[in-house]
């Protein structure tokens, strides 16, 4: 079992190349190095030594709504469970903030959809939701899909 732990400074340019690996194959949205610093504190990493095998974020949107962000295992890592353990860090996270909704907006809604997430029309989330779509090579033709997951028993 890899340890998923908190993303620190040294990290981020490694992340931001993982990232950025994949958004050029159009794999996900890419992102800067200065937001990534910024938020620096949603993320989490997977480390293998000094290396960074694997990132995500959990992001706060609103009272009631947090979004899973830049999920990314690299190549030579996948299908070891991985992404699985990093999805499961962030709804832990957004748990334990008593935050009732997570949302992701993905190409690949398969990978969610195992841990119980269900798709839902993008139109249905909050429009704060959007401030960084402005950005994405493809807005405003949006071909992601948006999934939600309820956490159960968290009361707002
Ligand atoms: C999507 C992504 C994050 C998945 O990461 P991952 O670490 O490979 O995820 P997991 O290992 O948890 O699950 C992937 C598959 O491996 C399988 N798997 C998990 N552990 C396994 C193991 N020990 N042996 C064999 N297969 C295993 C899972 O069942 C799953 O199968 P499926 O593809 O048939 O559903 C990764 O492929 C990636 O970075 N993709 C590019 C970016 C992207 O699409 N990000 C997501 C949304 S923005």
Same mark, same amino acid.
């Given at each position: 079992? $890899?340890?998923?732990?908190?993303?620190? #400074?040294?990290?981020?340019?490694?992340?931001?190349? %993982? #990232? $950025?690996?994949?958004?050029?194959?159009?794999?996900? %949205?890419?992102? &800067?190095? &200065?937001?990534?610093?910024? $938020?620096?504190?949603?993320?989490?990493? @997977?480390?293998?030594?000094?290396? @960074?095998?694997?990132?995500?974020?959990?992001? @706060?949107?609103?009272?009631?709504?947090?979004?899973?962000?830049?999920?990314?295992?690299?190549?030579? &890592?996948?299908?070891?469970? #991985?992404?699985?353990?990093?999805?499961?860090?962030?709804?832990?996270?957004?748990?334990? %903030?008593?935050?009732?909704? @997570?949302?992701? %907006?993905?190409? $690949?809604?398969?990978?969610?959809?195992?841990?119980?997430? &269900?798709?839902?029309d993008?139109m249905e989330?909050?429009?704060?939701?959007?401030?960084?779509?402005?950005?994405?090579?493809?807005?405003?033709?949006?071909?992601?899909?948006?999934?939600?997951?309820?956490?159960?028993?968290?009361?707002?």
């Amino acid at each position: 079992m $890899n340890r998923v732990e908190k993303a620190r #400074i040294r990290d981020v340019d490694q992340m931001h190349k %993982l #990232i $950025n690996y994949y958004a050029d194959k159009g794999e996900m %949205l890419a992102r &800067s190095l &200065s937001e990534i610093y910024e $938020n620096v504190r949603d993320y989490f990493v @997977v480390r293998q030594g000094e290396r @960074v095998i694997a990132c995500a974020a959990l992001h @706060v949107s609103w009272l009631d709504l947090a979004e899973i962000k830049s999920l990314a295992v690299a190549e030579d &890592s996948r299908k070891q469970g #991985i992404g699985a353990q990093l999805v499961e860090v962030c709804l832990k996270e957004a748990k334990e %903030l008593g935050i009732a909704t @997570v949302f992701c %907006l993905t190409y $690949n809604p398969a990978f969610f959809e195992r841990f119980g997430f &269900s798709q839902v029309d993008k139109m249905e989330l909050p429009r704060k939701v959007w401030t960084e779509c402005y950005r994405c090579p493809k807005f405003p033709n949006c071909d992601e899909v948006a999934l939600v997951y309820q956490l159960e028993g968290v009361r707002i």
